[in-house]
């Protein structure tokens, strides 16, 4: 999968910008607070619908504008196709190809992407919010049984919560009603916790032979960790376990007026050495696992799209020191994959692996291909 062209109309800091893209290496270089990231962004939004930066849609907008657009065209091995996502206050609308796309989960999936940025210690560091959103994304990426399933899954959850507060301030409440959204939020839960384990399983495969090739050291792996105990993970072992901690917790959910069980809950550690490397780690560690734990992304999504994904890295060199930088450049070199990369300077970067790359030179919303 590849980026060939990108355009932005009203996006951040560019009023108008039209960008060819290489196959391989794609290098924007200039200080900070110049658009670098924007680009990047701009990416992101084409392919998810939303940024990977924190804040509301209107933000993405010029200021001083009503809407932005941005479109791109995507080569996916030899099939070319256009989508378009256009942004006005809180309404966003999608098109591939000129026809309207409706459902956002008609259109995620069309332009693979997986990115690394400076904000990514917040995997490691910050809440198991940060860590299921980021399984979320990128699982929806690749399966739309699982976009699908989280969308109704999220549904249900919102109508058992309701319900739950219902029966605690009306005691003639009918209960069976709450059992039947049970058992249906059980079935979309069951999805939810076998894509998730096996996308963790696939990631383990590859993660610290990348840890290693990289810093030379081994021991990092990711352990899955939902807040309901499992012996193992299929269907009728997790629909007893649901249905159980279910019934077993209904005066404490009732109570709490929420449901308290489920992949909503859920969490993954990154462990180093059978250590939490959220405790035990240093923040240089920390960085190269989130790293690692991306790059071995990418055998998965093209194992199971059949085309690379795009590779994103906002400002990476300046995250690592010149051995990794180096080592990093030359693993990206040995894959069939476009990547899209920022930094403030090409100093101390071997040359040989960024010979064959495109660098585009960035100054105050201003772009020039070198």
């Keep these: ?25 794609n290098i924007f270089v200039g200080d900070n607070a110049q658009g670098k990231t924007n680009i990047l962004e701009a990416i992101t939004v084409l392919a998810l619908t939303k940024s ?91 399966s739309q049984i699982y976009l699908k399933t989280y969308n109704e899954y999220n549904k249900l959850l919102k109508t058992r919560n309701e319900y739950l507060k219902i029966l605690f301030n009306n005691s003639i409440a009918d209960k069976n009603y709450l059992d039947i959204i049970t058992d249906k939020l059980i079935e979309k839960a069951i999805i939810i916790y076998q894509k998730r384990k096996e996308y963790i399983d696939l990631v383990n495969l590859s993660i610290d032979k990348i840890f290693y090739n990289i810093s030379s050291n081994r021991g990092i792996s990711i352990e899955y960790v939902p807040n309901i105990d499992f012996d193992n993970y299929d269907n009728e072992s997790l629909r007893k376990k649901l249905k159980h901690t279910y019934k077993k917790n209904y005066l404490k959910e009732l ?37 690692s734990f991306k790059l071995a992304e990418i055998d998965i999504f093209k194992d199971i799209c059949g085309s690379s994904p795009v590779l994103l890295l906002d400002d990476i060199f300046s995250e690592f020191d010149i051995k990794k930088r180096n080592k990093l450049l030359k693993m990206i070199s040995e894959k069939d994959i476009q990547s899209i990369l920022t930094t403030t300077d090409l100093k101390n970067i071997s040359k040989k692996y960024i010979e064959n790359a495109i660098i585009f030179k960035v100054f105050n919303g201003n772009v020039e291909r070198k």
């Excluded at 999608?94 to 990514?120: C, G």
């Design 255 to 291: 109570n709490y007026g929420m449901t308290i069980y489920g992949p909503h809950r859920d969490d993954f550690l990154f462990n180093f050495n059978d250590h939490d490397l959220k405790l035990y780690g240093s923040q240089g560690q920390q960085k190269l696992a989130i790293l």
């Design 52 to 142: 990977h930066r924190v804040g509301v849609n209107p933000n993405l907008i010029m200021f001083d504008r009503n809407s932005c657009k941005i479109s791109g065209t995507i080569r996916n091995n030899k099939i070319l196709s256009k989508m378009e996502i256009e942004i006005n206050g809180d309404i966003k609308r999608f098109w591939i190809n000129k026809t309207e796309i409706r459902k956002v989960a008609n259109y995620v999936s069309h332009l693979n992407i997986i990115m690394f940025t400076p904000d990514d210690l917040e995997i490691v560091k910050g809440s198991p919010n940060v860590r299921r959103n980021l399984l979320n994304i990128q699982l929806s990426q690749i």
């Design 1 to 25: 999968m590849k980026i060939s062209k990108i355009n932005l109309v009203n996006f951040r800091n560019y009023s108008k910008l039209s960008l060819n893209l290489g196959n391989g290496k």
